[in-house]
C-alpha cells in the first residue's frame, strides 16, 4: 500500500527513522569486532560497499585485513562475511543453530517471496518448510524422479535436432519441466510454454533484486510504505521499485501450478510422483478422516513453489556454465566425451551404442568434475544467501553480534589459493588424485551454501545437470561460432549481479555426432 505524502515529509521521516534506529543500536556494548574498513560514524559502510559484485571487495578485504572473516556494518547493523570455507564450517555447521536464522529480507517481501523456504526466518513455520522439502529431495528420495529427468534431459536434446539455434531456451524448457514435474506434476508444452515465460520473468525479476537484506529498506522495514517517487530521490530505493514492479510475475509462479493442478490432486486423477500429489494427497485424506495437519494449505503451496522457483534457473544456469566451459575448452569436452563412450561402449565405427543413463554416473567421474568445476568456477549465489546470528558468540576473540547479517562469501572460497592453483582457471583435472596424475585439490564447498540453511535441492540439482550433459555429450559437439576469417569466435560473457549469477546469452553451435545419435534420440 502507497502512502500519498509529499517528497518533505518523506525526507523528514527517513531522517528521524535512521536516528532513531542508530541511537537504539550505538547503545550495544562494543567488543573487539572481526577487522574491517572503517566506516562512517552514521552510515557505516554503507557507501563502501559495491552493489556490483561486492564479494570481490570481501576478497580484496580479505588480503589488506589478513583475516578471513571480516566486520563492517550498514546504519549499525553488523554484517559478518566469511571468506574461507574453515571458518564457515565452524560457524554455520558447527554452530549451526546460532546461525539458522535470515535477516529479514523486505524488498524479497515486497516481491511475493513471503512463504518461500529460502526466505523463512527461523521459527516453526521455517521448520516445518525446511523438514518437507529437505525430506523430500535426499539422494534416495530423489530416485523416483530419476525417469523424469531422463526423458526430459532426451527430449531437451532431441529437440535440438530440429533446433540447434534454440539450445538455450530449449535448456530452460528442460529445467523448467524438471522442477514443474517434480512439484506439481504438470507437463510443459513443448513450444512457447507459458511457464517457461514465466520462469524467465522470475529470474528477472530476482537477479534485478540486488544482495538480498542489504538494501536500506530491508534495514529499515518501513520504508516499504514509502510512495513510489522515492525511487527518483535516490538510487537507494530503486530496489523497492524494482520489487513493486515485478511482484506479479513472483506471485504468478506460486499460483498458477498449484492452480492447474488442484483438482487433479483433489480428483485422484493425478499419477506421477510428485511432491504436491505426495503431501496434498496426504493433506486431503487427512482431512477426510479428520486428522489434524500440520501444514496448511498456504504452507504446502509455498513449499511446492519453492521447488519451481529455486531449482529451475539455479539448474539451467550450472548447465549453461558447464556448456560455456565445455565449447571454450574442446580437450576438456574431449576427455569426457570419451569417458562417456567408453562407459556406454561404441560400435566398430565408433557409434555410440545407446544414450547414458543413471546407472552410468557412478563410472562418469570425470564428468563429475566438471559438473563440480562449474559450480566452482562460477558460484551460482557468489555470496550465498545471508544468515543472520540468533544469539551473540565469540570467534577467534572476536565478537559476533547477536543479529548479524552473515555471507559466507563462495566466491572468495572458490578462489582460495591454498587449496586451488591458478583458480580462475576452469580445470576439471585439478580434482583428479595425485597417485592418478591430478592435482588432488578439493571438491568445492560452498555453492550450496552451509549449516541449517544448506541447499535441499543438492541432490536434485546435480543429478537433473548430470543427465542433460552426459546426454548432450553422447549425441552432439560443442562449439564455438566460426568467423568468416575461420577464427574460433569465444564468448565474453558476463555474470548477472544479485543473488544469483547467472551468465549472459551467447552462442554455441550444436551439431549430432553422428546419424546413430541422431537414431538414437529420434527412437
Ligand atoms: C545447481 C543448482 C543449485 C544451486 C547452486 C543452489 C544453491 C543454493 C544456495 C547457495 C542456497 C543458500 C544456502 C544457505 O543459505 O546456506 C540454496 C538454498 C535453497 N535451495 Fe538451492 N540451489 C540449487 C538448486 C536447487 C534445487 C533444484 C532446489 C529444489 C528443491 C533448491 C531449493 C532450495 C531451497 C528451498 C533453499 C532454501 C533453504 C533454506 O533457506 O533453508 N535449490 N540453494
Not at 518533505?8 to 534506529?21: P, Q, Y
Not at 535426499?138 to 523424469?148: D, F, G, V
Not at 555410440?352 to 559450480?375: G, K, S
Not at 592418478?436 to 555453492?447: I, M
Request: charged share 20%; glycine share 8%.
Amino acid at each position: 500500500m502507497e502512502i500519498p505524502i509529499s517528497p518533505r515529509i518523506v525526507i523528514g521521516l527517513v531522517t528521524c527513522l535512521i536516528i532513531g534506529t542508530l541511537y537504539k543500536r550505538s547503545r550495544k556494548t562494543r567488543l573487539q569486532l572481526p577487522p574491517g574498513p572503517s566506516g562512517n560514524p552514521i552510515w557505516g559502510h554503507l557507501r563502501m560497499v559495491p552493489k556490483d559484485h561486492p564479494e570481490h571487495q570481501f576478497v580484496k578485504w580479505g588480503e589488506v585485513y589478513n583475516s578471513d572473516i571480516l566486520y563492517y556494518n550498514v546504519l549499525s547493523r553488523p554484517v559478518i562475511i566469511l571468506n574461507s570455507v574453515e571458518v564457515a564450517h565452524t560457524l554455520l555447521d558447527k554452530r549451526g543453530a546460532n546461525y539458522a536464522d535470515r535477516p529479514r529480507f523486505v524488498v524479497f517481501e515486497v516481491m511475493g517471496w513471503g512463504v518461500t523456504l529460502t526466505f523463512l526466518r527461523w521459527s516453526p513455520r521455517f521448520r516445518l518448510h525446511r523438514k518437507l522439502l529437505q525430506q523430500s529431495f535426499t539422494q534416495s528420495a530423489c530416485k523416483p524422479y530419476r525417469p523424469i529427468q531422463q526423458e526430459e534431459a532426451r527430449r531437451a536434446a532431441k529437440a535440438m535436432l530440429r533446433k540447434p539455434q534454440d539450445w538455450e531456451i530449449l535448456l530452460r524448457q528442460f529445467s523448467t519441466a524438471v522442477v514443474l514435474r517434480i512439484g506439481f506434476g504438470i507437463e510443459i508444452q513443448e513450444v512457447n510454454d507459458p511457464y517457461v515465460q514465466m520462469a524467465i520473468d522470475v529470474e528477472e525479476a530476482t537477479g534485478k533484486g540486488g544482495v538480498p537484506g542489504a538494501s536500506i529498506v530491508d534495514l529499515i522495514p518501513i520504508l516499504r510504505h514509502l510512495p513510489s517517487f522515492v525511487e527518483k530521490i535516490s538510487t537507494a530505493f530503486q530496489p523497492l521499485a524494482h520489487a513493486r514492479r515485478t511482484k506479479p510475475s513472483i506471485q504468478h509462479l506460486h499460483d498458477a501450478p498449484w492452480e492447474a493442478t488442484e483438482t487433479f490432486v483433489r480428483s485422484g486423477a493425478a499419477t506421477q510422483p510428485s511432491f504436491m500429489r505426495k503431501h496434498f494427497g496426504r493433506y486431503i485424506s487427512n482431512e477426510k478422516n479428520g486428522k489434524t495437519n500440520e501444514a496448511t494449505i498456504a504452507d504446502l503451496k509455498g513449499a511446492a513453489g519453492a521447488i519451481s522457483i529455486a531449482g529451475g534457473n539455479t539448474t539451467w544456469s550450472t548447465v549453461i556454465v558447464c556448456i560455456l566451459n565445455l565449447m571454450t575448452h574442446p580437450q576438456i569436452q574431449a576427455k569426457v566425451k570419451q569417458e562417456i563412450e567408453k562407459v556406454i561402449g561404441v560400435d566398430e565405427h565408433g557409434n555410440i551404442r545407446r544414450l547414458p543413463d543413471f546407472d552410468d554416473r557412478p563410472q562418469l567421474e570425470y564428468l563429475e568434475y566438471v559438473i563440480r568445476e562449474a559450480t566452482r568456477w562460477a558460484p551460482l549465489s557468489p555470496l550465498g544467501v545471508p544468515h543472520a546470528s540468533l544469539e551473540d558468540d565469540i570467534y577467534n576473540g572476536y565478537h559476533i553480534p547477536r543479529g548479524s547479517v552473515v555471507f559466507a562469501n563462495a566466491w572468495a572460497m572458490s578462489r582460495d589459493e591454498r587449496y586451488y592453483s591458478s583458480p580462475g582457471e576452469f580445470n576439471p583435472d585439478r580434482y583428479i588424485s595425485k597417485p592418478e596424475g591430478g592435482k588432488g585439490e578439493p571438491l568445492p564447498e560452498g555453492p550450496f551454501g552451509f549449516g541449517r540453511r544448506v541447499c535441499p535441492g543438492e541432490h536434485l540439482a546435480l543429478a537433473g545437470v548430470y543427465i542433460v550433459l552426459a546426454t548432450l555429450l553422447a549425441t552432439m559437439d560443442l562449439n564455438c561460432p566460426i568467423h568468416e576469417n575461420g577464427e574460433r569466435i569465444e564468448p565474453r560473457v558476463t555474470f548477472s549481479n544479485g543473488l544469483s549469477g547467472v551468465p549472459d546469452s551467447f552462442q554455441c553451435v550444436i551439431t549430432p555426432t553422428s546419424e546413430r545419435a541422431r537414431e538414437l534420440l529420434l527412437q
